[in-house]
């Protein structure tokens, strides 16, 4: 098949790129651009190094061309909310990987059929990404009536954007288990370990739940691992699930790709893997029309 | 006149740990009137994890941090009513709540390497009016530049306190008093020290940080607390008034808090035993305890294994979950 759908990124972080990286080798997407608002960005240079168009002139600088139907935004949340109308407008597909949520939150192995027609897709969170699939399994099986998932990641993988709004963080995440997860509530947790060398992204997921059997919820937690490892190659259970009266503990690790990041930077790597596997979705139902 | 020395009580707080933050209502009413009759100028009252910590994490609190606060406020006529918030586990959402009640103080709490994950939480409580701490924890992880580094980054953002915290009681007195120094050297702010008797050194820990510069100390009634628990604030109340300082608490009347209103309502006496004292000596989150016995049951382990193995990995505060993933490897290694 030679026939790809294109599509830009914009914002040319750490973000950014490691997508970059991950949608040169897609078999349904080509990245036509990457987009920056900054002349003198760094991460503009590493575009142009592997071949690929770098756009300084903000999103204006892709309103208007037509081939480019997808568009992956890794820059902030307020910044998405100022792209999302022009590219709405422009008929462009919203992939969003800031805390926007202007559109519907969107996990792959959950409930990516649900969402394929809106223009604008939200990709929760890190912490969302790795947790919900595990709490939307259990719920499947066992209804989970709170869920509680904690995030331990590198001091590293955190940028200044992240430690700014680290409410925005637990909210949105938590605000995931519910709406995608199925959870009556939910919380969440972030810790941040200086630790060196870096420690490996880690993710508890606790649920209390209503129905315990314990065989099929240790069946669906293993069957929804093996559907997000197929596009998080690093998602591995770390211990399967723990029993004790109605609560379910569940452990995962996340390492990276190691695409541009880091390996321990499983939290970075989850939300590329996963906004990669939306776009390629998007993208082959445009490909079969 | 005999110098100054603020004296801040978290029996209500750090206090929380010690009965799995199952205190209620009428226990943290009594316990919260006793202290402000005795003259404590400041009282903590939160989840042992601070705002928001009531969680299969760190474990659910009988109470509401709402209620608690409500019920609290309501006694308290002198004291300053004050609350902790780790951010990442609670958010500006419980600061707003906490300040509705009276809440006139916000200690910011992040390890000692992750002041800005703290920054907005400090200037929400500055704009609320609040009094706002900065509040270092597992200082001992670093060294005192680093403790510098990430005080400066509380500074700016506009705290008016820096605390130095001991959270793990691993560090000596010369550890508190080189990291003390250094901040009050570079910072221009008063500092305070918050101690825990793993090593049965609080007190001698907080005269060292006392000596050395800082101007508030924490203690808890009958040292109950995370671990091996704190300062007893009797006792320091006691020491400082022998040494000359001036606390503004009744010697007398905070004794009689801890022996008749505090102690009948521990679970366990607070005592150095084999399982706090590691904690204090492979610097370990002082909270981790209770969770590291309750793992070596479940998993058959010795919760010293458990404990210096957290040590070893580097874990931090908050990494409860992490006991539990230690203890399972270990029940395999056994095996």
Known sequence: MNNKVKAAIIGPGNIGLDLMFKLMRSDYIEVDSVVSANPNSKGLKIVRKNGITAIDKGVEGIIGNKDIKIVFDATSARAHQAHAPLLADDNKIAIDLTPAAVGPYVIPAVNINQHLDETNINMVTCGGQATTPIVAAINEVADVEYAEIVATIASLSAGPGTRASIDEFTETTARGLVEVGGADRGKAIIILNPAEPPLIMRDTVYTQVKNLDKEAITLAVEKMVAKVKKYVPGYTLKVPPIFDGNKVTVMLEIEGAGDYLPKYSGNLDIMTSAAKAVGEEVAMRMLRK | MNKKIRVIDSTLRDGMHAVSHQFSLDDMMQIAEGLDQAGVDTIEVSHGDGLGGSSFQYGFARHTDEEYLKAVSQVIKNAKLDVLLLPGIGTHKHLEMAAKYGAKVARIATHVTEADIGIQHIEIAKKMGMEAIGFLMMAHMVEPEKVVEQAKIFEEAGADWIYV???????????????????????????????????????????????????????????????????????????????????????????????????????????????????????????????????????????????????????????????????????????
């Open chain 2, 165 to 335: 915290t001991d959270s793990a009681g691993a560090l000596t007195p010369e550890g508190v008093a080189a990291r003390i120094k250094a901040v009050k050297k570079a910072i221009n702010l008063p500092i305070g020290f918050h101690a825990h008797n793993n090593m049965a050194l609080a007190i001698g820990n907080t005269l060292k940080a006392i000596e050395c510069g800082a101007e508030s100390v924490d203690g808890t009634c009958k040292g109950i607390g995370a671990a091996a628990g704190n300062s007893p604030t009797e006792v320091l109340v006691s020491v400082l008034k022998k040494e000359g300082y001036e606390t503004g608490v009744d010697a007398y009347k905070i004794m009689d808090v801890a022996d008749d209103i505090v102690v009948p309502k521990m679970h366990r006496p607070n005592m150095i035993d084999k399982n706090s004292l590691t904690i204090g000596y492979a610097g370990v989150y002082g909270s981790f305890l209770l969770h590291a016995m309750r793992a070596a049951d479940k998993f058959g382990v010795d919760a010293r294994d458990i404990l210096y193995e957290m040590g070893q990995r580097k874990t931090v505060g908050g990494q409860e979950d992490m006991i539990v993933d230690v203890a399972y490897a270990l029940s395999n290694q056994n095996k």
